[in-house]
């Protein structure tokens, strides 16, 4: 069974900081990029960001750049992402996806690149 679970979701206020960490199982993790992906209530899902196999690269939402950053720790088969100066409009539920095809950097951006997805954490920031 593939798994991916995220966790470190919660309410802080705007300006702040959260880590949500993604530990997945039963896939071989290092052989898959990993992606961030948020969704507001009526709105779609998003890109927020991705990174390559083993962390080499990393791709971002403009609504995010300089904000957020995505790491990966294949040893604890772990993908993070790190938020900083959150913004109320960051409110979503955020999924983490593993992508395992080609071409990756170039279709980072799309959820139909991504295999298998977790069941996702609440981040809400107030104002």
């Known amino acids: 069974q593939v798994q991916l679970v995220e966790s470190g979701g919660g309410l802080v206020q705007a300006g702040g900081s959260l880590r949500l960490s993604c530990v997945a199982s039963?896939?071989?993790?290092?052989?898959?990029?990993m992606g961030w992906f948020r969704q507001a209530p009526g709105k779609e899902r998003e890109f927020v960001g991705g990174?390559?196999?083993?962390?080499?690269?990393?791709y971002y939402a403009d609504s995010v750049k300089g904000r957020f950053t995505i790491s990966r720790d294949n040893a604890k088969n772990t993908v993070y992402l790190e938020m900083n100066s959150l913004k109320a409009e960051d409110t979503a539920v955020y999924y983490c996806?593993?992508?395992?095809?080609?071409?990756?950097?170039?279709?980072?951006?799309?959820?139909?690149?991504?295999?298998?997805w977790g069941q996702g954490t609440q981040v809400t920031v107030s104002s």
């Open positions: 996806a593993a992508a395992g095809g080609a071409y990756y950097s170039s279709n980072s951006y799309y959820t139909s690149t991504y295999d298998y």
């Open positions: 039963g896939l071989p993790f290092s052989s898959y990029a």
């Open positions: 990174v390559t196999w083993t962390g080499a690269n990393t």
